[in-house]
């Protein structure tokens, strides 16, 4: 399904130039001091702003780091400790012409739906599953049915190594990053008696000064993984705790690697994931071609591999599966007699539902201090309970997942 | 007239305004959350409890075992769930110096499913069944504190005497340990 029409189709970049393009993109950079990922970032807003994007925002929560600039592009040596988002944006801007790229320094989760909303796509370079969970849910939150601008599509790209991957997301009608949430590898973790007991490998010597040393000593005082007195300290522990088991290897750039979970960046891996990004930005902003359907897996450990893929939609899936249906509700109900309607409703098959809004639980069947908590508002009115539109959540043994109301007063 | 006019229309303006913006939806991971507590089928000798009833996702749990060494004790576990649940698995920690193979003196706790073998598809349920069982069958194999497994592995009957003395507050070679019995 197509968003944008297609305006001319013969040579991008001077319809680029001819439209005008506003607000078009937002590339995320985020996290390059631990992933790599702010690599895809330097890689994105340079190809977006060669390839004519004319309004770019930029968010990205980190600051330079002297490990960056192998791969980092727009970062100097003299840009070290400044944040990621503002260099990169004045470096790109000092270099292509009529580009207006506005930096964020600070967290995706900081800016709210009206932020996201002024843009036509998001493309994400993100180092982080949670981060990516979020936005993703974001996006699929904001699609309005009466208002066709509020789908926006995201592009999310990924790196690990001589891996990668792009694909492209249009937030409640194809597979979102949720439904694809059970194709990640699990983290290997070591066990916890390893690290307490026989540590194996300098890596394990590190984790065990984290995990298990620092909350021992510091108490009360959380471990900055930026904070280069803590990762010191953290250093000095391992280093000592690896002499006593006789394992060799721990380093200071080692122990930055395990605490901050740094996975390898590779500069062309980024290059390549990146390019595939922008090729479909443009194709999406263009109409130039089809875009990307859906999954691009890229592996180039032996040779180059690629692969492409539909990634299908998830009935059961949490964030894009079961949108919220209208439900009309008499505001003189009280809650009991909304359940037992909901009860009779053929097509939700509800026996002991749990429900709850953003703000409040509305009934609890258990644990047995919620339930007690909650079950006075079984006498209460509907319209003291929610407002017209707020979303009921619902969640039940016979339901696979969880079922999303919204309520309209009738 | 015209008065009435004006304040009618701002009226339906701010009625629109309120009813066409979206409320906020619960999370994914507090969905799930709701879903494996309310689901919770909880055995007699386990109570949990919400220091704060609107927090869902911090709890403390208290396991009194009716069975084995840790008989007559009553121990008190926290529970933090965070925004990445389930795909991460929920923190448990011991708030007692207890003594105990798989429990540190910190309060650490070594569950495979904690870590290692932590999937989304298992839930709360599983952590807490888990957690009790470490009490019925503590595992040597596994230490976290070293010095009880190898008490465990030598000679059971140390083991549980030390187990006895450490619940009622006693020392186990020359640690102290928290009184726990109920």
Redesign the interface.
Known sequence: MRTMTPKCKRHSSMILKSCKLHKFVLAYTRGANNSGAGGLGCEILKNLALSGFKDIHVIDMDTIDVSNLNRQFLFRASDVGKPKATVAASFVMSRVKDVTITPYYGAIQDKD?EYYMQFKLVICGLDS??AR??IN?TLV?MV?IDNPESLKPLIDGGTEGFKGQSRVILPTLTSCY?CS??M?T?Q??????TL??IPRQPAHCVEWAS??EW??VFEDKKLDNDDPEHVQWIYEQALHRAQEFNISGVTYSLTQGVIKNIIPAIASTNAIIAASCCNEALKIATGANPYLNNYMMYIGNEGVYTHTFEHEKKDDC??CGNL?TDFAVDPEWTLEEFIDRLKEQPEVQIKKP?L????R?LY????P??NE?TRPNLEKKMRDLV?????I?I?D?GLP??L?LNVIFS | MLKIWSMKQQQQAASAAE?GQ???????A???A??D????S?PPTIR???PD??D?LNFTLTIEPDEGMYKCGSFNFTFAIN??FP?EPPKVKCTQKIYHP?I?L?G???L?IL??D???VLNLNAVIVGLQFLFLEPNPS???N?EAAEDLRLTRENFKRNVKNSMNGGYVKNVQFERVLK
Request: net charge neutral; with cysteine.
């Open positions: 739906q599953v949670e969970r979020w849910a939150d309005d949720e949430l059970d990640l699990p290997t973790a070591v066990p916890l008696c307490a007991t995990i298990l909350p021992r949490p964030v919220a749990t709850v809004t953003e703000r639980r609890y069947q258990g644990p201090q919620l908590q407002d017209n539109r707020e979303e959540a969640t043994p997942f969880s999303r | 009813g979206k409320k906020k939806k619960v999370t994914a507090q969905l799930r709701q879903k507590l309310s689901e919770l909880l949990m409890h919400m009833p609107e869902i925004s990445n795909h798989n540190d910190d650490n706790v070594c495979n870590r290692e932590w999937k989304p596994d230490p976290l070293k």
